[in-house]
């Protein structure tokens, strides 16, 4: 018998377990998908400009503000908008206003490890769908979940550990067969190469069960700031908005700077260029000392390593090097290093490091 | 049949409905509780220190350093304190920790409209216990807890809207006969009179079942950054911090400026006591003018209007003099005002509006 006070589900449950955060400023920090340069002067002159006596009042309930400016970015409208305090909150939203207890949750496996986190502490089933070995999705993903019964599913696009991008037609497709919602996490999109022509924003006007989530942690250097939202149809968004959020969800500062970032998007525009470029030479300098990484369009990159001894001994040794880089101890990962694309000197730096380990 | 995307639950719930937040800076606004004065020149101090290049990176997700300082300002340890965005948010985490769907929560009525909203998102049940005509709590109000099968009790000391203060032996001995966990919403104790003697900080230590809400939204003056935290034993924070909570929960500028206000805490002690003195000037003038007010502990005072048609009009007409006051809709509230108390400027005309509207 549970002789603690919290819920069964919760006493018999594990909690996630964020990448590490050091405080040492020495650290090469390519663990946690930060994007390597700064926000926008646009955002430091938001910052400068509050004043606190603003702080001693409530902020605004909505964020009217920034749901407008982020309306006006995708070309929607404000009611189409849920600003969340980082993209976190709009995965618990979802599954809190979608799911009830025993009901079921479908996700693409391996994926972002807080998903079936969240299912858990709501008590709902989760359906895990194998990804194929390139890491697409199956054919059959929309009727497995259907099969299942799913009222909700959380994809993340591009993928995450291994930045591959699914083409906007086939979210569609999925979403047109999926009878729950579809929650497409795009944590990771500002990195996509424009030339896929990725682009759900439009959508959420043509299909009723999309939900997209944005942040502005990573292709806007904020992770600091937590400040994400997500876009959907009115009937997905209201029920989120004004019912299960809390209240005043986000902050007057964070609403402020986040407004700034988006209004000055082109400057975050030049970062993810110079994130893409990077990338490409990191995945054929990794290449080059056999990590092979499969085309990411994201800020990260999966790279193969010999065997699951080898990628362990990867990241102690780079470690003792102020390197830090993601290791996942789960099915299908154990022998592979997920490393996020730094700035040239830092790429270098991990080069030179890896180099002298692997020879 | 339920056609909508959301839970039953969801669909048929209203939520709720936060006091106006006007934009016009000159509104004088005494209906949301907020402290009239600024916060400390150190909170301004943490501010102009903050480099967006900080920002780039995740935030503590523990906000370690907030939480040391919290524990020192009580007397307690770090594992005593969990950093929350907001109070809402402890509310929240007590909920979907401690009370199952279906199980029972418990609360004292009237109360904060919130907690029977956030009792709905989680598909629990509510049992309603009425205060006592002074605003006290029923003698056998841990009983008909039990009674019920509480799982977890809402309790705001001191009470709103009344500004009653319920004395800590009272909540003690209420916490030793439950056999739930009895949250004690603290949002207002800063501005108890130090003669009482009110401090349950030292009471987490002593009982297994008690979870303190506090927020810097009144007190220090914080109302915009959204910082709060609860206190309590090990293993009442614990699953709440490694578990439920989002992992990033609050921010890296809001830890910076929660923990410079908790630093500089005699800056708004001296706050507090301005506005003591304030709130016995206008609970008497209030008086003179047949308004009669419970004797506050809070910043706010709970006005006694002739009948429900004088209280609804004074409303309406200090609103056409831009003077904000709140009205609840709810039984025994209706021929009542809550008035926060302001600065003396603000409280001067407050009277001086409401002398012409009376006479």
Redesign the interface.
């Known amino acids: 018998m549970n002789m ?8 018999s ?4 377990v ?2 590490e ?1 050091p ?1 040492e400023s020495n650290v090469i ?1 390519l663990n ?1 998908n ?6 926008s002067p646009r ?2 002159e938001a ?1 400068t400009a ?1 004043n ?10 909505t964020a009217s503000r920034f749901r407008q400016t982020a309306a006006d970015y995708h070309g929607l409208s404000d009611y189409n908008i849920l600003p969340t ?2 993209g ?2 709009l995965l ?1 939203l979802a599954i ?6 025993g009901e079921t949750i479908g996700i693409a496996v391996p994926s972002y490890s ?1 998903y079936p ?1 969240l299912t858990e ?1 709501q ?1 709902c089933k989760l359906v895990s769908i194998p990804l194929l070995d390139d890491w697409n999705l199956p054919a059959n993903f929309a009727d497995r979940l259907n099969g299942a019964g799913a ?1 909700l599913a959380l994809l993340v696009n591009p993928h995450a550990p291994s930045g591959i991008l699914t083409g906007a037609e086939q979210i569609i497709d999925i979403a047109n067969s999926f009878e ?2 579809l929650l497409i996490d795009e944590a990771y999109v500002d990195f996509v190469d424009p030339e896929n022509e990725y682009d759900l924003a439009p959508e959420v006007e043509q299909l009723d ?1 999309i939900l997209l989530l944005r942040t502005l ?1 990573k292709g806007f ?7 994400g939202y997500g876009m959907g149809p009115k ?2 968004i209201e ?1 989120m908005m ?3 959020r ?9 609403q402020q ?1 986040a407004t700034a970032a988006l209004e000055s998007a082109d400057y975050a525009r030049q970062t993810w260029s110079k994130v893409r470029s990077e990338r490409l030479l990191l995945t054929e300098e990794l290449q080059k000392l056999g990590l092979t990484c499969p085309p990411s369009q994201s800020n990260f990159l999966l790279a193969q390593a010999e065997n699951e001894e080898t990628a362990g001994d990867i990241v102690k040794r780079l470690k003792r090097e102020n390197i830090l880089i993601r290791y996942f101890d789960e099915d299908r990962l154990r022998d592979k290093l997920r490393i996020t694309v730094g700035n040239p000197e830092q790429n270098q730096h991990l080069l030179d490091c890896l180099k002298s380990i692997i020879s």
Chains 1, 2 share one sequence.
Do not use: C, W
Not at 13 to 16: F, P
């Open positions: 603690a006070f919290e819920r069964d589900n919760i006493l449950m594990s909690g996630y964020p990448g955060q405080t920090k946690t930060e994007n390597p340069y700064p926000a955002v430091t910052l509050i606190i006596e603003e702080l001693r009042r409530y902020p605004s309930p305090n980082g976190d909150e618990r809190t206003t979608f799911a009830d207890p807080l986190v502490i008590g009222k729950g919602v069960n942690s250097s904020l992770a600091g700031l937590r400040f009937t997905i029920p004004y019912k299960t809390d209240s005043y969800n986000t902050d007057h500062i964070s700077l």
